[in-house]
């Protein structure tokens, strides 16, 4: 079962562009863990200061070896680096996987495939 991490954090800045690039051996080790499929850090375009971030991970024991990894914990330590606003983090567990679009192109919001 899959498991994706959604969420945004607010920084005191106007640009969180430098943040995101000194982050970038983080991220790309983030990406070097079992299970990592997605690990990403955004700019929102239109709110300043805010970082978008998204993860995906294959299992629950994936995401908590990363929890426990020097990854995740050097990432916390440069993202202190910076003072923050505030933030919300969550995580999903999905059950079921499907492409957006049927064969005829066709974007669905119903499950079709099972």
């Not at 640009?15 to 995101?20: G, T």
């Not at 990854?71 to 499907?98: C, N, Q, T």
Request: aromatic share 14%; glycine share 6%; hydrophobic share 40%.
């Amino acid at each position: 079962m899959a498991i994706i991490i959604a969420g945004y954090a607010d920084f005191d800045m106007d640009d969180v562009s430098k943040l995101i690039q000194t982050a970038r051996a983080h991220i790309e080790g983030a990406y070097t863990e079992k299970g990592c499929i997605h690990y990403i850090w955004t700019a929102d375009p239109f709110v300043p200061g805010r970082l978008h971030v998204y993860e995906e991970w294959v299992e629950e024991a994936d995401l908590a070896a990363h929890f426990s990894d020097h990854w995740y914990k050097d990432m916390g330590a440069h993202l202190a680096k910076y003072p923050r606003k505030g933030s919300d983090f969550k995580k999903y567990r999905v059950d079921l996987i499907e492409p957006v679009y049927d064969d005829t192109g066709t974007p669905r919001a119903d499950f079709f495939t099972a």
